[in-house]
DNA sequence: GTCTATAATGGGATAGAC
DNA sequence: GTCTATCCCATTATAGAC
């Protein structure tokens, strides 16, 4: 160790990407993407904006690189749960509760996610949008396969696919940790609306 | 008529004031209110930058009545709409029904006053949330209505109501008239799923 | 009521020293 | 890898002419 160790400038390189990326990440779930300068999120780092460079070409490269990995992320998490050999209803329980456990603990990447779909480029966003195609794809499977073994009765495959994902991610604009339920309480109440949304039994009008 | 017909300039005060709404409406729902300049609402308008400030105040003013006025033609239509005499199951077919059909003819007030709560400063933003709460509660009137009557049954009012708002408000983010579904299918669509969702049938495990 | 001009500030991004 | 300094341009909002 030649150099002095109280230092304010020098390499950092394997601390200072990762938080560029949590600085960007916080601001702009906060304040928005579009409100967020790139001095902000220097400040917040505790280095000059121009260094900010070194870690990204460019503002928009950091938006898209933080919404691309929460879907890889996503899309990871949910294989390793998910379990094709069950039953379309456990199926479908395995993934009301991944659903909610896993936004819930990212709030921030589930914001910009949905938020900033409108301040990324054309290929950009298009790469998003497959990526979440994948996630309803996976649900829809799961609705099909019950529908088609008798034990769901759902009337479209598609938007109840979607009703089921904003009621759950819904959960989001609300549900604290200090609040009334726990999220094992929370999970309950979801979970018993879902299966009752597609059970096969016949209510009476 | 005495002022010539053709010309640029001159007063055109009932005209302006609800383009230049109109203008910010389109252009905070589609780039959102951080993206969007006073000189790009006034191009749009056909006006000079300067002009805008004869109908608001400053940016924060213009976007904070579009969201008033969203909420209180909200709360006015449903006001209008709503039943408070007949059963809970109607009044809950009503409110779903009225939901849909309403938030999908206001695609870009329903998307800015979701979007764009944290460009409001404290008190615009409390102010829109307590128009946001009275909506919900006249949703959960309904639910405890038909749980204390025991026609619904439903473990959490709230988790609930809050649940049935986001799964038909979600129906914004991807239903278009062209599509495959007629709004009247997909208002049944829904109507069928919430009916499901809060009906006093048990359902088998 | 609208214009032009401008004040005051801040934006993204780059160059070159260290 | 980070800093300082800077380029160039956009921003909101206002002043004063018409």
Chains 1, 2 share one sequence.
Do not use: C
Request: proline share 2%; glycine share 6%.
């Amino acid at each position: 160790m030649l150099e002095p160790m109280a230092r304010k400038t020098g390499s950092h390189a394997e601390q200072t990407g990762p938080r560029v990326r949590t600085a960007a990440l916080q601001l702009f779930s906060k304040f928005g993407y579009a409100a967020v300068s790139m001095r902000q999120i220097a400040k917040e780092v505790g280095v000059q904006a121009g260094a900010l460079y070194t870690y990204t070409p460019d503002k928009q490269a950091l938006l898209f690189d933080l919404m691309r990995a929460h879907m890889l992320d996503l899309l990871d998490a949910y294989g390793r749960v998910a379990r094709k050999n069950a039953s379309p209803h456990q199926r479908l329980e395995d993934f009301v509760r991944f659903h909610i456990h896993y936004h819930i603990d990212r709030a921030d990447e589930v914001f910009i996610s949905y938020m900033e779909l409108r301040n990324l480029t054309q290929d950009h966003f298009e790469a998003i949008e497959a990526f979440r195609r994948r996630y309803e794809a996976a649900l829809e499977d799961i609705l099909r396969a019950g529908q088609e073994s008798g034990v769901f009765r759902v009337s479209d495959v598609r938007v109840t696919s979607m009703a089921i994902i904003a009621m759950l991610t819904g959960v989001n604009t609300w549900f604290r940790d200090e609040g009334r339920l726990s999220r094992e309480a929370l999970a309950d109440i979801y979970w018993d609306m879902v299966a009752r949304m597609i059970s096969g039994v016949e209510v009476p009008a």
